[in-house]
């Protein structure tokens, strides 16, 4: 199976968080770490990942801020490189909100109440499914 790069980008840096990241995705895929920052662009070019992996609290609106302006740097900069989400989406309001601020290059969700150990193969299966119509969802 080929090894793709992730560029892994979270709005919480606590260590847990990234040991738990990387032990479920570096089984298949390079991870390196950004942050949910516009300004990470020169970052994740020289990753050159072949998707964005974004983990997100959503606990205020300086977070979804952040989010917001990450994603619009993404499409801009990064259109071909495919994103896919883990975010609080259990709550249709939430879901709802978050399908209309990504842009197109947002591959789909994954729920942040599913188990560490499904992450590798949620993001594959997206990667492989990044062609049909409207979101991926994993909860």
């Known amino acids: 199976m080929e090894r793709l790069r992730v560029a892994c980008a979270s709005d919480t840096e606590t260590k847990r968080l990234r040991t738990n990241l990387e032990e ?9 770490f950004v942050s949910i920052d516009r300004t990470q662009k020169s970052v994740i070019q020289k990753q050159s990942p072949d998707f964005i992996f974004a983990d997100c609290d959503l606990m ?18 990064f259109p071909q490189t495919p994103v896919i989400l883990r975010a609080p989406i259990q709550e249709r309001e939430t879901r709802e909100a978050l399908e209309a601020l990504c ?13 560490y150990e499904h992450i590798s193969s949620d993001c594959r299966r997206m990667l492989q499914n990044k062609h049909r119509e409207g979101f991926t969802y994993a909860y």
């Open 24 to 32: 479920a995705l570096k089984g298949q895929f390079d991870v390196r």
């Open 60 to 77: 205020n609106d300086a977070q979804l801020g952040d989010l917001r302006g990450f994603l619009v740097m993404t499409a801009k900069h």
């Open 103 to 115: 842009p197109d290059n947002v591959l789909g969700f994954i729920s942040t109440g599913r188990a």
